[in-house]
Structure formats: C-alpha cells, structure tokens
C-alpha cells in the first residue's frame, strides 16, 4: 500500500497516434487518458477581430473506460460531462497568453480509455503536455513562461478518510473518502481551482491546510514530470 502523500504511478507516452502531432497517452494507476491538441487557424466568431487566440477542451468517457459500460453521448453532452471539460478548458486557458498565441484555435480532446477515480485531475495534466506540443509545433521557439505558454499547470485529487489526508485517490479511496477535493495549481505555485466537498462530513480548517500542502507536494513532482516530457 502506497504511502498517503505519494502519488500513483504515473506513465507519459507521446506520440501515441502515429499520426497526430500533438498527443499524449497519461496514465495515473489505472486511470488512462489519451489527449490530444489540435490547432485550428481561426477563432470563434466572437473574437474575430480582437486579435487574441483560443483555448478550449473536450472531455469524453468510453463506454469500455468503466464497468458497467458507460453509454456513448450522442446527441447531448451529460452535466456532468459539461461540468469537466469546463473546468479542463478553464485550466488552460489560465497559463495561456491568449493574445501571444495570436488568432488561432487551440482544441484539447481528453478521451478517457480506462476510469479508476482522477479523470478531471489526469486530463488537466495530460492535456496540457498535448498543449505545449501543439504550440512548439506551431511556434519552435515558445517556451513555458515566455510567449503563449506563461506557465505550466497540473491537477490532483486529495481527500480525508478515517481522519486521514490521502493523496491521488483512486476509485476506492474516492469511494471511501469523508472528503474529497480537486486541486489545480500551476508550476510556479499558484492556484487555479479548488474543488472540495464533503460527503456527508465536515471539515475544518487544519484538515483544509493539510490537504492543500498534500496536493502542493504532489502536483509539484507532477510539474517535473511534465517538464521533463515537454523539455
């Protein structure tokens, strides 16, 4: 059994679609997300004109990703559904220098193959090394921190069960948390969002700090990991 602030396994293949330029395969435990950055020349039409890009994401389950098999949204996206990819495109957006990236689009589709707790937090910080390729492919000379890219961003899961801080709870764990919370933060340390409920508990403010630390820990070794794929 993992140590309570140590993270699952993670593992990052680009260049998993032979054929796409900019995606990756993210896999947390046994969480599996491919993600992938396309780049449209245009933007939507309600920022024509305004000399600025932009960001958005799709977020999508499988029907295999889950037992029992999650039916294919066909003609309207769940809440659920809306609710994530809000949040994974919000994410984003917020390390983007939108009028660096000039009048183009930026579409972030995170499909998750295989789902056991931390889809949200695993498409955040997948999607936005699929991000980074996109833009080194379209302007060689970016880095993270100067042009588009102001910085990087990464997403984790934090909880308390039995009066505990666990970090990067799987399905179980999540199952079994008081509470839970997501944490987005980007590489320098700053927050983006935090989502915290409880599940029919409360939580005080020594439970709140210590979750936060957890998450700052793990989203920081999250941040070197990006870095180290991204280059």
């Known amino acids: 059994m993992r140590p309570d602030d140590q993270l699952r396994p993670v593992e990052i293949q680009l260049g998993y679609l032979a054929h796409h330029p900019a995606n990756v395969l993210y896999q947390s435990g046994n969480t599996i997300v491919l993600c992938t950055a396309s780049v449209e020349p245009s933007v939507p039409p309600w920022m024509e004109g ?37 949040l994974i495109g919000r994410s984003l957006r917020a390390v983007v220098d939108l009028k660096a990236l000039g009048e183009r689009s930026i579409v972030v589709d995170c499909d998750v193959l295989q789902a056991d707790g931390g889809t949200r937090t695993a498409s955040i910080t997948g999607g936005f090394i699929a991000l980074a390729k996109a833009v080194q492919n379209e302007l060689p000379d970016a880095k993270i921190g100067e042009g588009p890219l102001r910085d990087s961003i990464a997403a984790i899961s934090v909880g308390v069960i039995k009066d505990t801080v666990k970090l990067d709870l799987d399905y179980e764990l999540d199952f079994a948390a008081d509470v839970d919370m ?50």
């Not at 037992?67 to 994530?84: A, N």
Request: no cysteine.
């Open 50 to 86: 305004k000399g600025k890009g932009w960001v958005t994401a799709e977020y999508n389950m499988l029907p295999g990703s889950t037992v029992p098999r999650k039916r294919r949204e066909r003609s309207k996206v769940d809440g659920r559904t809306t609710e994530i990819q809000r």
């Open 182 to 231: 997501n944490v987005v933060m980007t590489g320098r340390g700053k927050f983006v969002e935090i989502q915290g409920t409880g599940e029919e508990a409360t939580f005080d403010d020594d439970q709140l700090a210590a979750m936060l630390a957890v998450a700052r820990k793990g989203i920081a070794e999250l941040t070197k990991l990006q870095l180290d794929v991204i280059g």
